[in-house]
């Protein structure tokens, strides 16, 4: 089992629908979580982190389930300049050590 | 100034050859990473180094050699090329090692270099 899974999509949405998403990881024991954005042939770059209770970040809003263990990004009043691909990251601990892992990521795609 | 600056931005080469990836970051962290996207976009962690020591050896063939002369710099050199190792190189920094729990989890990425091995 991959340690951390995303459904690829691609979602395919409106200029202001709304979009979510979620993201599994294997490792009980992980501690921090984020999601990332990349866009097309470029380098992600942190979008937001992930925090127990749920946090919000102007139309984004992340939530994290730790008994499911999974995590989610929503997307509210999409704009075309979300059209990205949003990576999930946790952050897992090891025997002594952490390591972030990364999730293959899921396209979202705004249409005019 | 870019925070994290790689070089080259695009390699073509054949089977067989050696080449470098040059990094640089000047955002003053102690910590920097190669990581590889492959085809499906997964990015997987290489290595990483701490001030110039590397704390993170992930099983990636020995013909990939990083190397740090400063915490500033970490170099990747690959051997005898194969057709398997095209794929987008990004090298990455951030500020703590390795990311410990509650850390904002920001690693700031250089723009990557898209390796072609024909």
């Known amino acids: 089992r991959k340690e951390v899974e995303q459904d690829p999509g691609p979602f395919n949405v409106p200029e202001g629908a709304t979009v979510a998403f979620n993201c599994t990881y294997s490792n009980s024991a992980s501690q921090s979580f984020f999601w990332y954005r990349q866009d097309c042939r470029k380098e992600p770059k942190l979008l937001m982190s992930v925090y127990s ?4 970040d102007g139309r984004f809003t992340a939530q994290l389930n730790r008994a499911s263990q999974y995590i989610s990004l929503l997307i509210r009043d999409s704009k075309l300049s979300d059209s990205a691909t949003y990576l999930c990251v946790v952050n897992m601990e090891l025997t002594n050590d952490y390591k972030l892992s990364f999730g293959a990521g899921t396209t979202v795609t705004v249409r005019a | 100034d870019t925070a994290v600056s ?20 000047n955002l003053g962290h102690d910590t920097m990473y190669w990581y590889k996207q492959d085809s499906k976009k997964f990015l997987k962690i290489m290595f990483s180094y701490n001030n110039k020591e590397l704390i993170i050896n992930e099983t990636v063939p020995n013909r990939f050699s990083p190397k740090s002369p ?17 794929a987008v190189y990004f090298c990455a920094s951030s500020q703590v090692p390795p990311l410990a729990p509650r850390d904002t989890g920001e690693l700031f990425f250089g723009e990557g270099s898209r390796l072609t091995v024909l």
């Open chain 2, 70 to 86: 400063d915490k500033a710099h970490l170099n990747l050199h690959i051997n005898s090329l194969e057709l398997g190792d095209s």
């Open chain 2, 6 to 25: 790689q070089t080259p931005k695009y390699l073509v080469t054949q089977m067989g050859n050696d080449k470098s990836i040059k990094c640089e970051q």
């Open chain 1, 53 to 56: 209770s749920g946090n919000e």
